[in-house]
């Protein structure tokens, strides 16, 4: 079974504060890595792709990749109320039958003003 | 404006009725995808379609149909043998299979009494 793993919160930080949410995967094979956001009852928006070991910066988001240690994390800095969310990791695999995401079951992110 | 039409936004069956959900992407995107979403879970992949005229079970796909006549069309049919019907569905789209991004549709909120 290929498991994507995220402590399911709440987290709460101050507004400004930096969150930090992790995810670890189990399929060795994983190559890509998605982190989407979801308010409650929307569908999720896709944040963030990383594909390499290493940091990737997009404006107030890092994304974090540690194949090794099979880890994925995203942060997010001078968080807002408005980041108040469900955010979701997902891990992309080859299978038998093609290629499929597996999602996390979210982290819920609460920034308190 | 290019994007993913659900419809409808909200479904109320009884039990024992087919009931087909509509997806619609206009970006071009080859591949398209259904899944569901229960509380407290992750999105759990019911089908999808590489190519029109081909597609694939997900790890759900029992009392689901799906058909792909259309590259810009995926219809998700939820029929009577499906045991739990009641939940979110979402349906996505990337350009390909493989390690890329997957957007989702506002999804259809399936209720079945």
């Known amino acids: 079974q290929k498991e994507v793993e995220q402590n399911s919160g709440p987290l709460s930080v101050p507004e400004g504060a930096i969150a930090s949410l992790n995810c670890t995967y189990s399929?060795?094979?994983?190559?890509?890595f998605f982190w989407y956001r979801q308010y409650s009852g929307k569908s999720p928006e896709l944040i963030m792709s990383?594909?390499?070991?290493g940091d990737k910066e997009d404006g107030r988001f890092t994304a974090q990749l540690n194949k090794a240690s099979q880890y994925v994390s995203l942060l997010i800095r001078d968080s807002q109320p408005s980041d108040s969310a469900t955010y979701l990791c997902?891990?992309?695999?080859?299978?038998?039958?093609?290629?499929?995401?597996?999602f996390g079951k979210g982290t819920s992110l609460l920034v308190t003003p | 404006d290019g994007g993913i039409t659900q419809s409808p936004k909200y479904l109320f069956r009884k039990e024992g009725q087919n009931v087909t959900l509509s997806c619609e992407q206009n970006?071009?995107?080859?591949?398209m995808y259904w899944y569901r979403q229960d509380p407290g879970q992750g999105l759990r992949l019911i089908y999808y379609?590489?190519?029109?005229?081909?597609?694939q079970k997900g790890d759900i796909a029992e009392g689901y149909s799906v058909s792909r006549e259309k590259k810009e069309s995926f219809p998700l049919t939820v029929t009577s043998a499906q045991k739990n019907p009641t939940a979110f569905y979402l349906c996505a789209s990337s350009i390909g299979t493989g390690p890329y991004e997957q957007y989702f549709g506002p999804g259809t909120r399936l209720t079945v009494t």
């Open positions: 997902a891990a992309g695999t080859n299978s038998n039958s093609g290629y499929a995401l597996n």
């Open positions: 970006l071009n995107h080859d591949a």
């Open positions: 379609s590489q190519i029109v005229n081909d597609f």
């Open positions: 399929d060795r094979g994983s190559q890509s």
């Open positions: 990383i594909y390499s070991n």
